[in-house]
C-alpha cells in the first residue's frame, strides 16, 4: 500500500493463475498449453533427427487422464507413458537448448526421475475412483510437481488431471535445473562423469537448488541419501535398458 496507494484489494494476494510474466523471468519461455487430445508431437525434430518415435492416440490421451494401472495394465502402460516422458522431454529440449553432449543423459534423466516421484503414476484408486497422486507436501501427479513451489509457472488444475501435462512441466523443471545450476556447476566434473550431472540434477529437483551437490556429500541424512540411490539405480535401468526396472515398483 506504501508503494501504490490507489491500488485496490489485497496487496498481498496470490493466485494461482499462471503468469507469463513470471516464468519469462525465469527463462521458462511461453506458457504450457494442457494439450488438446488431437494433439501429434511426431513431427518434433532437432537437427534433422526425429525426437518423438511413437505417436500417441486420442484414445490413449483419453484413457491417461483417468488411467489406474495394476499389475495387468503394464505391458500397455508402461510403453505408453514412456513415449509421453521422451516427447515432454523432446518439448522442453526444443524450446530450450542445451550443451549436446548432455541432451542423451537428459533424456535418460527424465523417465529416471518420474519413476522415482511416482512409479510414473499420474492417479490413484481411492474408494473405486482416480485421484491425482498428492505428497503430504502437496507434490502432485507423475512428476510430483508441487503446486505452491511452481505457482505462477504451471496451470495447478492440469497439474492435477493430466498425465501429459504434468510430464511436460517436469520436464522443463529438470531441464530448468540442469542448465541453469548444475552445468554452470560443473557437477560433470566434479563427478567425473555426464552421468553426475543427471544426479545433482535429480538432487535439485528433490531437494532445491541448495541441494544440487547432496548426491555426492557422505554427510547427507541417511534418508536422503537412499533417495539419491534409488535415483540413481533408477537412472542405470533407463541408460541400460530404456526402461526401469519394474520390481523396483510393482513388484514381481
Known sequence: RTLAPGGGGDPLAAGSDVDPALR???????????????????????????????TITDAERGRLRRWVPGPADLDAYLPLVQAVLEEAGARALAKTPIDPRFELVYGWLVPA???????????????????????????????QINARVWRG????????????????????ILLHYLADFVIPADEHGVGGSLD?????????????????RRWRKADAPAAL????????????????????????CWGG
Open 24 to 54: 519469462e523471468i525465469f527463462g521458462f519461455g511461453e506458457p504450457i498449453e494442457p494439450p488438446p487430445a488431437e494433439e501429434d508431437g511426431a513431427h518434433l525434430r532437432r537437427r534433422g533427427v526425429t525426437l518423438v518415435q511413437r
Open 113 to 143: 526421475a518420474a519413476w522415482k516421484e511416482s512409479c510414473w503414476r499420474q492417479f490413484v484408486s481411492r474408494g473405486g475412483r482416480p485421484v491425482v497422486l498428492r505428497s503430504s507436501a502437496g507434490a502432485l501427479g507423475i512428476l
Open 153 to 172: 509457472f504451471y496451470d495447478v488444475g492440469a497439474l492435477e488431471k493430466d498425465l501429459i501435462y504434468n510430464a511436460r512441466a517436469g520436464a522443463e
Open 196 to 212: 553426475a550431472a543427471a544426479r545433482a540434477t535429480y538432487s535439485a529437483y528433490n531437494g532445491g537448488p541448495r541441494a544440487l
Open 225 to 248: 541419501r537412499r533417495i539419491d540411490e534409488a535415483f540413481w539405480r533408477d537412472y542405470q535401468a533407463v541408460k541400460r535398458d530404456g526402461m526401469p526396472e519394474r520390481g523396483t
